[in-house]
Structures are given as C-alpha cells and as structure tokens.
C-alpha cells in the first residue's frame, strides 16, 4: 500500500499509451510504490506517492513533458 500525498499534474501534451509508459516507468522509478492514473482527454495524471512534487514535476519534465499545476 503507498502512503503518500496526491498530486495532480496538467500534462496537455500526453499523446497516447507510448507516452503513459513513458511517465508512469519515470515516476515509478523515483518512486517504486506511486500509484499513476491517466486522464488523456482531458490531459492530467494524477500520482500518490512519498516523493515531493517538485520530484514528480522534475521526472515529467525529463521525460520531454511540461506539466503545470
């Protein structure tokens, strides 16, 4: 079970299953227990995880995305 606070990021530019792979490997990575959930339509994810936001910004952001709060 994660324990965590809850993020949710605007990342308007998501394109597709490549691109929630992409994410969802990076910020599992910073953080093996973060629970990732998509929202491609309307372009957030939402992450629970024990990490800082700026940690979660910062791994979007090195995969080429640009999240916004």
Request: glycine share 8%.
């Amino acid at each position: 079970m994660t324990i965590g606070s809850g993020i949710h990021v605007n990342v308007r530019d998501l394109a597709g299953p490549q691109c929630v792979e992409r994410l969802t490997q990076a910020i599992q990575k910073l953080d093996p227990t973060a629970l990732v959930q998509f929202d491609l339509q309307q372009g957030f994810v939402d992450v629970v995880t024990t990490q800082p936001e700026k940690a979660v910004f910062m791994a979007i952001e090195e995969q080429g995305f640009h999240p916004r709060m």
